[in-house]
DNA sequence: CGGATCCTTGATGACCGTCAACGTGTGTGG
DNA sequence: CCACACACGTTGACGGTCATCAAGGATCCG
């Protein structure tokens, strides 16, 4: 699809959207890796060795099965930390949805860094252990509400939400086709519940509707 | 269901299926706590403060949506180590599923553990990752089978598995009821794949089918 | 402006959930 | 030791939800 490009560059953040999390090293200077729409940036199977800020733009975490058949696990956005998926080998893929810096924590090395993993792995493990509630028991229309709240509060709780990443990639989040996620689009706007701006750029209505459906 | 018994005595560990891994305090002793069947080792809500190590038994950890469908996020058998879903307080609910021994191990005061539980935090992180992936991309065949090739690694690969745990247990585990959990079973005994000695007690005659299933 | 990709909408069917009835296993008390 | 009751599990019939296949429309890029 893409080439990837891992061009070392240094770079201001550029939507800092959450507050970036305080650098695990502190005043240690930290390359920013930049990365083009498509392109990988570590791959299943792979030696981990670093872990992952995101200074602008947005990663997707995913798996694959034999046929194809792919599921994200998780979105990361401006701020947010990734890459500790796996102890050693990584077991995941971690992709740029758009253009994308991230800057790049070396691991291991004398360096030590598990007070500062700790909570992020954390975090991570409650994220996830709520997202399979999500795809064991809810419906369509719950899940997409699920994620448009989910989207929302790590956006700062506005009004519009931008989403960077595509409908396939939201159905495979959601464990849905794209024909699903664009059919309950489609009724959330009927129901005055959500506006469309533009393909990616959503306007929620009634906050408490989607509430009542996400749970 | 059943009363809550936490009593406080002093075990051997009795069903080691899998060798309990290092205590995190290596030699202070640290009690264990039996729990009874359906009783309640922690609730969602509650301030998280302790780990808990399965000496003998079976323990579901899971979380309740508002009409009551649950969702199973994981089981642990004896030598594994859970408790620490959520950072400060506990995101979801963990329960003896038959008369179950935990070892007991207080975090906070002083003592700090963070080296012992950043990589079982990473396990738990794999592991739940891996589980989207089966609900959000099987069908119900294929969910059966990793299930059951998962129960099978975790008890040393023999041809015969023993299933703690209830129907019930399995369908909110794998986002099924109980009927296509059943049908599914019913299945595989037809092929000659699985075997049932007893309801929870299955032989598995042909491995590599189930591989072929569960991915 | 043209082409490719992404998205939407419709028709159809498969898979699995629901409801219901029956079978099986387990524990308790007479 | 047997009888009974209750929880658990299985099987069948049916319907709803969502995947699949297909076509057309919108959007974005050079």
Not at 23 to 49: D, L, N, R
Not at 73 to 85: C, V
Not at 120 to 148: D, S
Not at 149 to 159: P, S
Request: hydrophobic content about 40%; charged content about 25%; aromatic content about 8%.
């Amino acid at each position: 699809m893409y080439a990837q490009t891992s061009i070392q560059i240094e770079l201001p953040s550029v939507f800092p959207r959450q507050a970036p999390t305080a650098s695990p090293e502190g005043s240690v200077a930290h390359p920013v890796s930049f990365f083009s729409p498509g392109s990988e940036i570590y791959a299943q199977g792979e030696k981990a060795k670093a872990v992952y800020q995101v200074e602008f733009g947005a990663v997707r975490i995913y798996r694959l099965l034999a046929d194809g058949r792919r599921q994200i696990s998780a979105f990361h956005f401006a701020g947010e930390t990734f890459g500790f998926e796996g102890d050693i080998t990584h077991h995941f893929f971690a992709e740029a949805i758009n253009s994308t810096g991230v800057r790049v924590f070396r691991v291991g090395s004398g360096t030590d860094l598990s007070h500062h993993l700790l909570p992020l792995a954390l975090k991570g493990l409650t994220r996830a252990q709520e997202h399979l509630l999500v795809l064991g028991r809810q419906n369509a229309i719950e899940r997409v509400a699920a994620f448009l709240l989910d989207m929302a509060e790590r956006q700062g709780d506005l009004r519009q939400i931008d989403l960077p990443m595509s409908r396939i990639d939201i159905g495979d989040y959601l464990g849905l086709t794209i024909e699903t996620v664009s059919r309950v689009f489609s009724r959330l706007k009927e129901k005055g519940v959500i506006r469309l701006h533009s393909l990616r750029r959503i306007e929620v209505l009634k906050r408490d509707a989607l509430r009542a459906m996400g749970e």
